[in-house]
């Protein structure tokens, strides 16, 4: 188990003697990490970037087949690596990186031509053929994130390593989707499947397992391996106009609509939908969606092609989007959402979003966000069972209340809540009520749920056993920090997917100095994956700046948040 250790003395020390000991203990610690960063950096450099150096006679660029061993040996599927890509002839990582994005796509291309069409007619089941459905859904938008990649490589002015490893860690999310999806309905043919897409899915583990360990190394340290991939674009802090406290939304005027909706007739429209559908495709600009006050029964999908796309209303109770699609009737979690974004840029503000199906009918969403760098402020999101879907790619929620009973906030988005109300409510009898449910499934995915500085409180009376959260997948992120947690909480804090079974040690769950009667950590889980507490250092890891590359995105949107 890991624990957090801590040093006891035997006796008095002198205070020079003491001084002096941390001065040379300190100095040998810097002597040793240094020794070892350049150790590592030679290593690197000398079997990964030696083209890239200065070359002479007596000191040349290592064989291709060397430096792409070396490379491929930090990936999950090493032989799969060596295999596709030794034919790109390089020892430069940019260009092996951007061969690996070739052969993942090709092998993308192969899978997606299998879907839905040939195996929607090996079954009746309505159920099965909407989970094959959404695979083909899924592994279009696994296609388009591909794309992005690609695209960046080529335009290396503008690129940055974060984005490239959002993208990719959002193709494996996306793949892993479509078996979740035929898993939940118990398709048949849910293993050929899975072999299927064998290819599909090593390679992009290997395409994300070099811009994270081999681009992304160099990147920290600036390693000119090509300057213009590397060059940070961020500013060093925040801009001088933001504050680094608490902060509210920028007090201007609402934004002028280029559609409004009300049922009344007064508006451009009377439904949600009438207003997407005169969404521009893969608009630069933002497009403006205003609801008025009301209460629209429907369920809204903005996908893939509508970009930088803001809705907002009178107020989160005040406008409701809302649909009852749930699991019980007949529909695959994934497509139960009473709303859905995909398209990068998304925002909204003032609106609430819920899903009436009600405890008994089980995974009912509310609220599903596959949309990079999307934003959501003052709105609410109330269902039972999965809630809010925070899918794939980055996200951040700021004063937001969240209600639900069993997983209601789940996904493998990269995604911070602050300042939120955060609610569990009552669920069916004998049922036990999870906060969160984090699906990471590659060790290099850099997505994980962090929850800073909000409140978890009851909706209403709650007497079910009730916990922070289950790891979803083996490589579970979620870290609780600067929250106040009420005294509904099981003393034990976490719960295992697999009753009695401790998850694997590769989940990361931590908290970090909570406040209130649930936060006693004296009591939790002795999980090995498990940090009953943290450093100021390893927490930040998991603010806005450094979690989600926040301040390069979302001073745009007119958000605030807190830097630390």
């Known amino acids: 188990m890991d624990t957090i250790n801590s040093f006891k003395g035997y006796g008095k020390v002198d205070q020079v003697e003491q001084a002096a000991f941390r001065r040379k203990t300190r100095n040998r610690i810097l002597i040793l990490t240094a020794s070892l960063l350049i150790l590592a950096i030679l290593i690197v450099v000398g079997a990964v970037v030696g083209v890239s150096l200065h070359k002479n006679k007596k000191n040349k660029a290592p064989s291709v087949p060397a430096s792409l061993k070396a490379i491929c040996n930090l990936t999950q599927y090493p032989d799969s690596c060596f295999n596709t890509l030794h034919s790109s002839n390089s020892s430069d990582p940019k260009l092996i990186f951007k061969f690996s994005l070739s052969v993942a796509m090709a092998a993308l291309h192969d899978v997606s031509t299998h879907f839905p069409d040939n195996y929607i007619n090996k079954t009746d089941s309505p159920l099965i053929q909407e989970a094959l459905r959404i695979c083909g859904t899924v592994l279009s938008d696994a296609a388009e994130s591909l794309t ?3 695209s960046a490589i080529d335009d290396g002015d503008k690129l940055q390593v974060s984005d490239l490893r959002t993208w990719l860690s959002t193709v494996i999310t996306d793949q892993e989707t479509c078996f979740d999806a035929l898993d939940e309905v118990n398709a048949d043919f849910v293993d050929e499947i899975k072999l299927l897409m064998n290819n599909s899915t090593e390679l992009a ?3 994300l397992a070099i811009v994270s360990k081999v681009l992304g190394f160099l990147d920290k340290f600036k390693i000119p391996i090509h300057r213009r991939l590397l060059e940070a674009t961020e500013p060093a802090g925040f801009p001088s106009w933001i504050s680094a406290g608490d902060r509210r939304l920028l007090q201007a005027s609402n934004p002028r609509p280029d559609v409004t909706v009300a049922k009344d007739g007064s508006g451009t429209v009377r ?6 559908a005169k969404i521009p495709k893969k608009s630069k600009t933002r497009f403006v969606i205003y609801v008025k006050a009301g209460t629209y029964v429907e369920n809204v999908v903005l996908d893939k092609s509508h ?3 803001m809705i907002y ?3 989160s109770t005040r406008t409701i989007v809302s649909g009852s699609k749930n699991f019980v009737d007949g529909t695959p979690t994934f497509s139960t959402a009473t709303f859905a974004a995909v398209g990068k840029g998304f925002i909204a503000r003032d609106i609430g979003f819920k899903n009436t199906a009600g405890a008994a009918k089980h995974q009912a969403v509310a609220f599903r966000s596959g949309s990079d760098q999307s934003v959501f402020f ?4 109330d269902a039972f069972q999965d809630t809010l ?5 980055r996200q951040f929620y700021r004063d937001c209340n969240i209600a639900g009973t069993i997983d209601f906030i789940f996904g493998n988005a990269a995604v911070v809540f602050q300042k939120c109300v955060i609610s569990p409510r009552q669920p069916l009898p004998n049922q036990f009520v999870t906060i969160t449910a984090q ?3 590659d060790p290099n995915q850099n997505t994980g749920i962090s929850i800073q500085r909000c409140t978890m409180s009851p909706l209403d009376r709650l007497t079910a056993p009730t916990y922070l959260g289950r790891p979803w997948k083996d490589f579970s992120t979620t870290v609780i920090m600067q929250t106040e947690i009420g005294g509904f909480l099981d003393p034990g804090g976490w719960i295992s997917w697999v009753k009695n079974v401790d998850p694997p040690r590769s989940i990361f769950y931590a908290e970090y100095q909570n406040t209130g009667p649930g936060s006693s950590i004296g009591n939790r889980v002795k999980w090995q994956g498990y940090k009953p507490s943290l450093t100021a250092a390893q927490a930040s890891k998991y603010n806005v700046q450094t979690f989600i590359q926040g301040p390069s995105w979302l001073p745009a949107q007119m958000v605030t948040f807190d830097s630390t």
């Open 307 to 309: 970009w930088n796309v």
């Open 389 to 393: 879907y925070a899918h794939s790619n």
């Open 439 to 441: 699906g990471k499934k």
């Open 205 to 207: 583990s290997n395409s």
């Open 271 to 276: 439904t949600l939908k009438e207003a997407v």
């Open 378 to 381: 003052r709105c609410s999101f």
């Open 148 to 150: 992005d990649c690609i």
């Open 313 to 315: 209303g009178d107020g």
